[in-house]
């Protein structure tokens, strides 16, 4: 089975990817409670992120992965949402 | 002294049935025009339904070479001017053609033609490289947006000023904005003002998906452009155009023309917050109204009828009830307030218009057109929605107001004859 | 908002973005000197259309100029207009971090006449290669044309009118028109102007329609306007926003007001119809000098449209002639956008940062690979010319039918 876990360095490189920041994953990991809009990242970025990850897994993310606000809150909601599939 | 602005014709092509008279009836009688997309075959799209118009254009009498080189929406504007003007009784021959203009909205122009081409010159989106041979060669027509001013004024002769405005979903609100400060300036004496969108290809739909700002409930499409309802999920697509002659007061009263009613007032602002997104307090609309209602000096107590945006998305509605009370305060309560995106769908730039032409209608006939599908209330939109049932009113000053990605918020204030306080 | 004191509309702040400079100085360097920058077109798949030679934009420096999460957010010509819009409001004094004391104050004004044309391709293609689920969120913000205005706003706090005139080339015209009107209706200031992207594949197979695109592979031969050469028009990228301000605001908080905009007209007279021009240019100019009070001997230097293509020019230089009579014959007349091409929109605002910038240099610039002229025209050729430049005269024609024109004067318009 391959694994699915979203680990932080994921997330810098789906935020780098699908919203254009440039974030570290040490940040992300040493304080994954700051907001994703102190981060630069806007709602139509997470949608983005989410819709990456969606079509990467082929698997629909709950209606609240987009409005997250922290990447500690996503990260849980992502990796348990996938554990399940 | 100060000119004002008279409407002098209508025109509109919409869901339902084109002509002002269809229009009308489908929205008195609350019947809506929402259905599944046959456009295109919609399959694999979140939102698959949309307000589409049955349009045939060499039915209305366009010739091969607009009906085959201009884009769709570019035909609804015409078939709607022709309407308008024939409606206005304006000799546009006999004008001084310097005198004429056009202000003409439109939000995504001709995207739906440019998709076509795009799908046959990258051979399905199999090459970024593009094959120019098997495009269109006239594609540069649905290239540039101001191909929609351009024909308008080529079909009725206008040499004055001859704009397009694009500002996403309030163009058609600021077209005839635009329109309304170009003759109150002395530009013009006639302008042809209104908009047009034909929005309803997969690339549009898709970004509107992408935002989840669509409603998904492809089951039942007659019931799914819900503004200000509870259970409201997003905003139905919709198509069509809607053009009014616009004239200056003296202009139109000399020639003995029909005079529907003036424009008043009209102002924009940009919300500066997000591209998309609205605030809750929705101050720059409310200052939008505000700046309106100064310019026909006017109080809020004024307004009789509020022609919402209601899109049918969460926070639009939200955030025009607050502008809307922001600027109305108490009377904001004893105001009726309705969406007809409910009934024609939101045809992006298109809808500003078409909503401007609803706004005239009413006050032609004295009549509040409904909310359909309005049943169960949201504690956070405590308006009058006028649900389901048009509603006989005295009509004075009627205001239409508007949200457009990119943050821009635009009211236009219509004033039927006898309204005027000053 | 009306007020009873006079509100002259004046520029107090230049930015651009062009194929010959970042920058006003460094575009004004190469204007002075007229330094031809027309090329091949080098972006990646663009190389097998006919359409060989353009004005690009090189060395864009997003993440100095703006922010680099905009390159995923956004179209190339938003970025243009954003990195112009912040030049032009550092340039007037304007460019805090923080936003405006007075949000509503301030409102932006672009024209667009190609869209997000790149961005929208890449999501095209996401859409038929791969399906409609891949096509990403900022689709619906960044291929129409309002985005940069919008953009604008947001980033500066601006919550002034804010407008987009969708236009052919005389839009950008129209454009700082429509800024210097809502000053004079009662807005503190409006950041103006318009940049263009036209050159991404699909968008320039769009543009090929246009017959009057030249389509020469030589970068000195393919834009000859007045000559007896003229091939058509190269198109370029970039443009230029301008702060257009009310002149009291200005002085009160010390800015220097560099021209005012005194008069503008705008005709139509059919898409294609260049003999048909002659007659709509000349009453556009006819309205621009009677809005500015403005008498035809007055004006000092002419920025024409230069189209290039040979019925469009002459019927450019009669329009002239028809409106300045004999003095059409001895004013100093100037096309810039020879040596880097024409922005679609941006083109006239370009022109009118030229203007702006000659008046107060005292020179009138060149109009580079244009030596041979085929008309009755004083037009300035290879080197710079010196001359006392109070008023300018800017002109523009649109593709689609639209002609413009703008009246700019040196300084400000209240002593006057």
Same mark, same amino acid.
């Given at each position: 089975?391959?694994?699915?876990?979203?680990?932080?360095?994921?997330?810098?490189?789906?935020?780098?990817?699908?919203?254009?920041? $440039?974030?570290?994953?040490?940040?992300?990991?040493?304080?994954?409670?700051?907001?994703?809009?102190?981060?630069?990242?806007?709602?139509?970025?997470?949608?983005?992120?989410?819709?990456?990850?969606?079509?990467?897994?082929?698997?629909?993310?709950?209606? *609240?992965?987009?409005?997250?606000? $922290?990447?500690?809150?996503?990260?849980?909601?992502?990796?348990?949402?996938?554990?399940?599939? | 002294?100060? =000119?004002?602005?008279?409407?002098?014709?209508?025109?509109?092509?919409?869901?339902?049935?084109?002509?002002?008279?269809?229009?009308?009836?489908?929205?008195?009688?609350?019947?809506?025009?929402?259905?599944?997309?046959?456009?295109?075959?919609?399959?694999?799209?979140?939102?698959?339904?949309?307000?589409?118009?049955?349009? *045939?254009?060499?039915?209305?009498?366009?010739?091969?070479?607009?009906?085959?080189?201009?884009?769709?929406?570019?035909?609804?504007?015409?078939?709607?001017?022709?309407?308008?003007?024939?409606?206005?009784?304006?000799?546009?021959?006999?004008?001084?053609?310097?005198?004429?203009?056009?202000?003409?909205?439109?939000?995504?122009?001709? $995207?739906?033609?440019?998709?076509?081409?795009?799908?046959?010159?990258?051979?399905?989106?199999?090459?970024?490289?593009?094959? %120019?041979?098997?495009?269109?060669?006239?594609? %540069?027509?649905?290239?540039?947006?101001?191909?929609?001013?351009?024909?308008?004024?080529?079909?009725?002769?206008?040499?004055?000023?001859?704009?397009?405005?694009?500002?996403?979903?309030?163009?058609?609100?600021?077209?005839?904005?635009?329109?309304?400060?170009?003759?109150?300036?002395?530009?013009?004496?006639?302008?042809?003002?209104?908009?047009?969108?034909?929005?309803?290809?997969?690339?549009?739909?898709?970004?509107?998906?992408?935002?989840?700002?669509?409603?998904?409930?492809?089951?039942?499409?007659?019931?799914?452009?819900?503004?200000?309802?509870?259970?409201?999920?997003?905003?139905?697509?919709?198509?069509?155009?809607?053009?009014?002659?616009?004239?200056?007061?003296?202009?139109?009263?000399?020639?003995?023309?029909?005079?529907?009613?003036?424009?008043?007032?009209?102002?924009?602002?940009?919300?500066?917050? %997000?591209?998309?997104?609205?605030?809750?307090?929705?101050?720059?609309?409310?200052?939008?109204?505000?700046?309106?209602?100064?310019?026909?000096?006017?109080?809020?107590?004024?307004?009789?009828?509020?022609?919402?945006?209601?899109?049918?998305?969460?926070?639009?509605?939200?955030?025009?009830?607050?502008?809307?009370?922001?600027?109305?305060?108490? %009377?904001?309560?004893?105001?009726?307030?309705?969406?007809?995106?409910?009934?024609?769908?939101?045809?992006?730039?298109?809808?500003?218009?078409?909503?401007?032409?609803?706004?005239?209608?009413?006050?032609?006939?004295?009549?509040?057109?409904?909310?359909?599908?309005?049943?169960?209330?949201?504690?956070?939109?405590?308006?009058?929605?006028?649900?389901?049932?048009?509603?006989?009113?005295?009509?004075?000053?009627?205001?239409?107001?508007?949200?457009?990605?990119?943050?821009?918020?635009?009211?236009?204030?219509?004033?039927?004859?006898?309204?005027?306080?000053? | 908002?009306?007020?009873?004191?006079?509100?002259?509309?004046?520029?107090?702040?230049?930015?651009?973005?062009?194929?010959?400079?970042?920058?006003?100085?460094?575009?004004?360097?190469?204007?002075?000197?007229?330094?031809?920058?027309?090329?091949?077109?080098?972006?990646?798949?663009?190389?097998?259309?006919?359409?060989?030679?353009?004005?690009?934009?090189?060395?864009?420096?997003?993440?100095?100029?703006?922010?680099?999460?905009?390159?995923?957010?956004?179209?190339?010509?938003?970025?243009?207009?954003?990195?112009?819009?912040?030049?032009?409001?550092?340039?007037?004094?304007?460019?805090?971090?923080?936003?405006?004391?007075?949000?509503?104050?301030?409102?932006?004004?672009?024209?667009?006449?190609?869209?997000?044309?790149?961005?929208?391709?890449?999501?095209?293609?996401?859409?038929?290669?791969?399906?409609?689920?891949?096509?990403?969120?900022?689709?619906?913000?960044?291929?129409?044309?309002?985005?940069?205005?919008?953009?604008?706003?947001? =980033?500066?706090?601006?919550?002034?009118?804010?407008?987009?005139?969708?236009?052919?080339?005389?839009?950008?015209?129209?454009?700082?028109?429509?800024?210097?009107?809502?000053?004079?209706?009662?807005?503190?200031?409006?950041?103006?102007?318009?940049?263009?992207?036209?050159?991404?594949?699909?968008?320039?197979?769009?543009?090929?329609?246009?017959?009057?695109?030249?389509?020469?592979?030589?970068?000195?031969?393919?834009?000859?306007?007045?000559?007896?050469?003229?091939?058509?028009?190269?198109?370029?990228?970039?443009?230029?926003?301008?702060?257009?301000?009310?002149?009291?605001?200005?002085?009160?908080?010390?800015?220097?007001?560099?021209?005012?905009?005194?008069?503008?007209?705008?005709?139509?007279?059919?898409?294609?119809?260049?003999?048909?021009?002659?007659?709509?240019?000349?009453?556009?100019?006819?309205?621009?000098?009677?809005?500015?009070?403005?008498?035809?001997?007055?004006?000092?230097?002419?920025?024409?449209?230069?189209?290039?293509?040979?019925?469009?020019?002459?019927?450019?230089?009669?329009?002239?002639?028809?409106?300045?009579?004999?003095?059409?014959?001895?004013?100093?007349?100037?096309?810039?956008?020879?040596?880097?091409?024409?922005?679609?929109?941006?083109?006239?605002?370009?022109?009118?940062?030229?203007?702006?910038?000659?008046?107060?240099?005292?020179?009138?610039?060149?109009?580079?690979?244009?030596?041979?002229?085929?008309?009755?025209?004083?037009?300035?050729?290879?080197?710079?010319?010196?001359?006392?430049?109070?008023?300018?005269?800017?002109?523009?024609?649109?593709?689609?039918?639209?002609?413009?024109?703008?009246?700019?004067?040196?300084?400000?318009?209240?002593?006057?």
């Amino acid at each position: 089975m391959i694994t699915t876990e979203l680990t932080y360095g994921d997330l810098a490189a789906l935020i780098k990817q699908s919203a254009g920041v $440039t974030v570290a994953p040490e940040q992300l990991a040493g304080s994954p409670e700051t907001p994703f809009s102190g981060l630069g990242v806007d709602s139509l970025g997470l949608l983005g992120i989410v819709g990456e990850l969606e079509n990467r897994h082929g698997v629909a993310l709950p209606t *609240d992965a987009e409005r997250c606000k $922290t990447p500690a809150e996503f990260v849980a909601l992502v990796n348990n949402a996938l554990a399940g599939v | 002294m100060t =000119r004002r602005v008279a409407v002098t014709g209508i025109g509109v092509v919409a869901p339902g049935g084109a002509g002002t008279a269809a229009f009308w009836d489908l929205l008195t009688q609350g019947r809506t025009a929402t259905r599944g997309i046959t456009l295109f075959d919609p399959a694999g799209l979140r939102s698959r339904i949309a307000a589409e118009c049955d349009f *045939d254009p060499y039915a209305h009498g366009l010739s091969a070479e607009l009906s085959r080189h201009t884009d769709r929406y570019v035909q609804f504007a015409v078939v709607a001017a022709g309407e308008a003007v024939r409606d206005s009784g304006l000799d546009t021959a006999a004008e001084n053609p310097w005198r004429v203009g056009v202000s003409l909205g439109s939000a995504v122009g001709g $995207t739906t033609r440019l998709e076509h081409d795009y799908v046959l010159v990258s051979e399905r989106g199999a090459r970024w490289d593009v094959d %120019h041979r098997a495009a269109d060669p006239k594609l %540069h027509l649905a290239f540039a947006p101001s191909t929609l001013a351009s024909v308008v004024a080529e079909e009725y002769g206008a040499q004055g000023p001859v704009q397009t405005v694009s500002t996403g979903c309030t163009s058609g609100l600021d077209a005839v904005g635009y329109a309304f400060h170009t003759i109150e300036e002395g530009r013009a004496d006639v302008v042809i003002a209104g908009a047009s969108d034909s929005p309803i290809s997969p690339i549009t739909m898709a970004c509107f998906d992408a935002i989840k700002a669509t409603s998904p409930d492809n089951d039942d499409p007659e019931h799914a452009s819900k503004p200000f309802d509870n259970r409201r999920n997003g905003f139905v697509m919709g198509e069509g155009a809607a053009v009014l002659v616009l004239e200056e007061y003296e202009h139109a009263r000399a020639r003995g023309a029909h005079i529907y009613c003036e424009i008043s007032g009209y102002a924009t602002y940009g919300n500066a917050y %997000h591209m998309t997104g609205l605030t809750g307090e929705g101050l720059e609309m409310a200052r939008a109204i505000d700046t309106a209602l100064d310019q026909a000096r006017l109080d809020p107590t004024a307004i009789d009828y509020v022609n919402a945006h209601g899109s049918g998305t969460r926070q639009n509605d939200r955030h025009e009830t607050a502008a809307v009370k922001r600027s109305l305060g108490a %009377h904001a309560y004893d105001t009726p307030m309705s969406s007809i995106k409910s009934m024609v769908g939101h045809s992006l730039g298109a809808i500003g218009a078409i909503e401007v032409a609803a706004c005239v209608l009413a006050l032609q006939h004295q009549v509040v057109p409904p909310t359909a599908n309005y049943e169960i209330p949201d504690p956070e939109c405590d308006l009058d929605y006028v649900p389901r049932t048009a509603r006989p009113r005295k009509l004075r000053n009627v205001l239409s107001v508007g949200s457009g990605f990119g943050g821009f918020q635009s009211a236009v204030l219509l004033t039927g004859p006898g309204g005027r306080t000053r | 908002m009306s007020t009873q004191r006079p509100r002259p509309a004046v520029v107090t702040g230049i930015g651009v973005i062009a194929p010959n400079g970042l920058r006003t100085d460094a575009y004004w360097k190469s204007v002075r000197e007229g330094l031809g920058v027309l090329g091949r077109i080098t972006r990646e798949g663009c190389e097998h259309l006919p359409l060989k030679v353009a004005g690009q934009v090189e060395g864009f420096d997003a993440s100095a100029l703006i922010d680099e999460r905009f390159l995923v957010q956004t179209d190339r010509f938003t970025h243009y207009a954003m990195a112009a819009a912040a030049l032009a409001l550092d340039d007037a004094g304007l460019g805090h971090e923080e936003g405006p004391e007075e949000p509503f104050d301030i409102g932006v004004v672009t024209a667009a006449g190609s869209g997000g044309g790149e961005f929208g391709q890449r999501e095209l293609q996401k859409l038929w290669g791969q399906g409609s689920k891949f096509v990403g969120p900022y689709q619906s913000i960044a291929w129409f044309y309002a985005a940069s205005t919008g953009q604008i706003s947001i =980033r500066h706090g601006f919550k002034g009118p804010c407008g987009v005139v969708a236009s052919d080339e005389a839009g950008g015209l129209d454009a700082v028109a429509h800024a210097a009107r809502a000053v004079r209706r009662g807005t503190g200031a409006v950041v103006v102007g318009a940049a263009e992207a036209p050159l991404a594949p699909y968008s320039m197979v769009c543009q090929l329609g246009y017959r009057e695109l030249s389509t020469v592979d030589d970068p000195d031969r393919a834009y000859r306007p007045f000559t007896a050469k003229a091939c058509g028009f190269v198109p370029a990228e970039g443009g230029a926003m301008l702060v257009v301000e009310d002149e009291t605001r200005a002085l009160d908080r010390g800015a220097t007001v560099r021209a005012t905009v005194a008069g503008h007209g705008a005709t139509f007279t059919g898409a294609s119809r260049w003999k048909e021009s002659r007659e709509g240019l000349a009453q556009a100019i006819r309205v621009a000098l009677d809005e500015a009070g403005c008498a035809p001997e007055e004006i000092d230097v002419v920025f024409p449209d230069a189209l290039g293509v040979p019925e469009a020019d002459r019927a450019e230089a009669l329009a002239i002639t028809d409106v300045l009579g004999a003095h059409a014959k001895r004013v100093p007349v100037t096309a810039p956008k020879t040596g880097y091409g024409r922005a679609y929109c941006g083109a006239p605002v370009l022109d009118t940062a030229a203007a702006v910038l000659a008046m107060e240099h005292g020179l009138v610039p060149p109009t580079p690979h244009v030596y041979d002229i085929d008309c009755d025209l004083d037009v300035v050729m290879s080197r710079a010319r010196p001359a006392e430049l109070r008023t300018a005269l800017v002109l523009s024609r649109g593709l689609m039918g639209s002609n413009a024109a703008l009246v700019v004067r040196r300084g400000g318009g209240l002593a006057r």
